[in-house]
DNA sequence: TTATCTGCAAATAATTTGCATTACT
DNA sequence: AGTAATGCAAATTATTTGCAGATAA
């Protein structure tokens, strides 16, 4: 029985093909970050028979189930908003999109969450989640 | 002639009763984000007679002309994602949401652009724009 | 005047849902 | 066997666009 298998098992869900397919993809992709389209191409290329109604039905499943993170990456550019969805490996990390070539960069920085705790204890507030994003271009040599 | 006459003349665009009407309603209301919807409705219920489809397009050419600012808020909540807009009053801040008030709470901290900027910098990169938004909820007085 | 803007309705795009069928356990 | 999951197509939602008529400069 596969690792995923495991992986689906303890997260109450039902191991069926589709899910199975969804959840290795994720883990096997040198591309971490991918749209519901990306994935349901990637399945068919390779032969799957997936609907993209079940990427999409799966995906948040996943996301209930905390075995992937959705982001949606709006990145300035005016285009049309798409979520994407990551492999949930546990540390939480923010993110840095290149608007130049579309890769996404991932960091963590220890002073800036706890700045913002402190932030959010100041308003009376506390943190559920928070979403740092960074749009960023390479930077000239010279400059 | 109004302020806000001045202020689209400014951004070069010409002076229509919608323009002026979205524009003054952003620069009064107590809300400072605002859906397209709300705008549309909010001038519907003061009598204005202004299409969907005008706010969405006012608002964009607003953006492009750095007199507001659009945000996605995605509460993390599930509901669809849908793009708010405030005022542009030059200085950038960052924004927490209360998810049980929907309260939208305008914050600026020095030490977290710094950061960030190092960040960007370590990694080759330089910030064109960032969004940060911390999702929170009111905290218990004990704890 | 005359190019630009507006309102309406129809078009898109991403995502969700209804339902008959299929697949886990 | 029996319930839960899937695929397809149709429905939704937010937003955009085409076009004929209205409006600002």
Aim: glycine share 6%; hydrophobic share 35%.
């Amino acid at each position: 029985m596969s690792e995923e298998t495991t992986e689906l098992r303890k997260a109450g869900l039902k191991v069926t093909h589709p899910r199975l397919q969804i959840l290795r993809l994720l883990e096997q992709t040198d591309q971490k970050h991918m749209t519901a389209d990306q994935i349901y191409r990637a399945l068919n290329d390779q032969g799957e028979d997936i609907g993209l109604a079940t990427v999409y039905r799966v995906l948040s499943q996943f996301e209930s189930a905390q075995l992937v993170r959705k982001h949606m990456f709006d990145d300035g550019s005016g285009r049309p908003a798409q979520a994407c969805y990551e492999l949930d490996e546990g540390e939480h990390h923010d993110h840095m999109v290149c608007m130049e070539t579309g890769e996404v960069i991932e960091f963590f920085d220890e002073a800036i969450e706890r700045r913002q705790e402190e932030i959010a204890h100041k308003h009376g507030y506390e943190i559920v989640d928070h979403s740092l994003v960074m749009y960023v271009r390479p930077r000239k040599s010279n400059g």
